[in-house]
């Protein structure tokens, strides 16, 4: 096997891991503050990949408007968060997890209808926006400069939350609640309000990468299964809750995907689950994760 | 909660009556439904089957699982292209449906039962769309997305209301069976597990070992269901592997009461003739099934029957309390 196809195999990974870290972050993210498993979390991103579309429709502008399109799609999304968090979850953090479980579930199920209700069930999808409709070589090999959006949209994306998580006041809060949730309550910070912001913010980063992967041609039902199942692989090898377990699950996830695309097309997801298993019974709790309890 | 042992053999003396009219009823059911309502009928009990599966892990070893359907789809699967494709016998299809499902159940619960809780519910989730995708892509064994049709039973079980029958019998062995094992040693040693995992550990006890026994058994369960289901229907498709499917049977007991070993049962019947009844006037079910979740989740904690549960508790605590002033 030559050098140039495995370089573009790994290429094309590298952008597919830089997809799955923007949807898994938020999911992580929400996960490891929260500790509720936002099963919705493809949903958020499948709805904003919808809105971005519409709203590209209805805007008609030929260079800003994907972009445009992103940023009030994902507020949107961020703005359902409010609703979700406030009217559904927030009563439930003192339940049960399958309850909250359910309750995402049901989510899923209630977007689900209003996507296939408002949208229907056809592929819908945005021209690839200005100035990345092109390609770029590389080694003399050509790879669609979107691609690089996508990686630099994904690297923005791990340097800002490093520097939100590791850097900021929020920070050392969100840090401090992800570990010891009453200690910092009766340090007098109000957790409710900080779980509505991380929930927002999640909900947001899921919108926007759903807008983001508008130009790759796949706005449809089903979208949203598709990627949190690849994200569950992601967080469960990485370890659930852990940015930097996200980002080198998500590594891990898109180059095995994109090798074994290569080798056996309806396997690459199977492959996925095999080094899942591999990870879980060297260890259970993913590589930077921590035992439960 | 502590009972004595003359009220607890009461109250299964109380409850052997309630089932033997329920039994009664349901032989002559046939008689007094429409062909529609029956075939409603066959579906509630089958999917009471494959619930009853599920709450083995989710109600008495404490694990919710998210990849029921995937076994549930495998029995289904089995049995209509044993049938369909090596022209097998029907018996023999339906006992390779539950061995198939029992297997897979093994491999995927050899993973499984190293997770609890969350991790658990997402990994057996994982591993539920990974046989999914499986089916849906591997197009010319399985046909992918058409599906298979056309799957017969014999002759004699033709007719609606033979296979009621049929079903019917199934159901109750299975039910009988799956109580057996909730009574037995066995079952108690799983329900320890859920209550304190690590003082039934140091009382000598492979918890890896019984969580895996479990996890085949509910397998196996759910494959069977799966198995007589096909034959009725007369075809399969992929989406009773898909986790909309495992999110069924969750629903169910947490509708019933996962709590008490006929709930699923009442949560699925509830569940399937409503789902008909909706089906009449629109077709935005999982909606309808999104926003019942919600209503249950809310206002229903503990489910139906845990819910009368706790009121006739509460009744007996006021009569003690009268009895003893």
């Not at chain 1, 692989?233 to 994109?258: C, H, K, N, R």
């Not at chain 2, 995937?70 to 023999?92: D, E």
């Not at chain 2, 003739?273 to 989740?297: C, N, R």
Request: charged share 10%; aromatic share 16%; proline share 4%.
């Amino acid at each position: 096997m030559s050098f140039d196809v495995l370089f573009s195999q790994f290429m094309s990974g590298i952008a597919r891991a830089a997809l799955l870290f923007l949807v898994a972050s938020g999911l992580s993210l929400t996960f490891g503050v929260l500790r509720v498993l936002n099963f919705a979390h493809g949903s958020l991103y499948m709805l904003g990949a919808f809105l971005s579309y519409s709203i590209w429709k209805f805007l008609l502008m030929p260079v800003l408007g994907f972009y445009l399109a992103a940023v009030i799609a994902a507020l949107i999304m961020g703005g359902l968060g409010i609703i979700i968090e406030f009217i559904l979850l927030r009563r439930l953090y003192s339940r049960g997890w399958p309850e909250q479980l359910l309750a995402t579930y049901a989510i899923i199920l209630i977007i689900t209808d209003l996507v296939k209700w408002a949208w229907g069930g056809e592929f819908l999808s945005i021209s690839r926006p200005k100035p990345f409709t092109g390609a770029v070589f590389l080694f003399g090999f050509p790879f669609p400069s979107y691609n690089f959006f996508v990686i630099g949209l994904g690297i923005a994306l791990v340097i800002f939350l490093w520097w939100l998580v590791y850097r900021t006041r929020f920070g050392d809060i969100i840090r401090a609640a992800a570990s010891d949730r009453e200690m910092v309550s009766a340090l007098g910070i109000p957790i409710p309000w900080l779980f509505t912001w991380i929930f927002v913010l999640g909900a947001f980063i899921a919108g926007l990468s759903g807008a983001v992967t508008a130009p790759f041609g796949s706005v449809a039902l089903g979208m949203d299964m598709e990627i949190i199942i690849e994200c569950f692989a992601v967080v469960v090898i990485g370890g659930m809750g852990s940015l930097p377990g996200t980002l080198l699950g998500s590594f891990i996830v898109g180059e095995v995907y994109a090798f074994g695309i290569m080798l056996k097309p309806e396997l690459a997801i199977a492959f996925i689950f095999m080094v899942m298993a591999v990870v879980l019974i060297i260890r259970p709790w993913g590589i930077f994760g921590r035992p439960e309890r | 909660m502590v009972i004595n042992q003359t009220e607890q053999k009461e109250s299964m003396v109380k409850k052997g009556w309630w089932l033997i009219l329920l039994i009664i009823i349901f032989i002559f059911a046939p008689a007094f439904l429409s062909e529609f309502y029956l075939t409603v009928l066959c579906e509630a009990l089958v999917m009471s089957l494959f619930a009853l599966s599920f709450n083995l892990l989710f109600g008495y070893m404490g694990q919710l699982s998210f990849g029921q359907a995937a076994f549930y789809g495998l029995g289904g699967y089995t049995v209509a292209m044993l049938i369909m494709k090596a022209h097998f016998n029907f018996w023999l299809s339906i006992i390779a449906g539950v061995l198939v499902a029992g297997i897979i159940g093994l491999i995927v619960g050899f993973f499984c039962v190293r997770l609890r809780g969350i991790y658990f519910a997402v990994l057996t989730l994982a591993f539920g769309q990974l046989i999914f995708s499986v089916v849906f892509k591997w197009h010319n064994f399985t046909g992918g997305d058409d599906g298979i049709q056309g799957v017969f039973p014999p002759e004699f079980l033709k007719s609606p209301i033979a296979y009621y029958y049929f079903i019917l019998i199934v159901f109750l062995l299975s039910a009988f069976v799956l109580w057996k094992i909730i009574h037995s040693p066995f079952g108690q040693t799983i329900i320890s597990m859920r209550e304190n995992s690590e003082r039934t550990e140091f009382l000598g006890i492979n918890i890896a070992k019984y969580q895996l026994i479990t996890f085949v058994i509910a397998a196996a369960f759910a494959g069977l269901a799966g198995a007589i289901w096909v034959p009725f229907y007369r075809s399969v498709a992929p989406s009773y592997l898909t986790w909309i499917k495992s999110g069924e049977p969750v629903m169910a007991a947490i509708l019933g009461g996962p709590s008490l070993f006929y709930g699923p049962v009442l949560g699925m019947f509830i569940m399937t003739f409503f789902h008909s009844w909706v089906l009449g006037f629109t077709i935005y079910w999982p909606v309808v099934m999104g926003a019942l979740i919600l209503v249950v989740i809310f206002f229903l904690p503990g489910g139906i029957l845990g819910f009368i549960q706790e009121k006739v508790n509460q009744r007996r605590e006021r009569l003690n309390q009268l009895v003893e002033k």
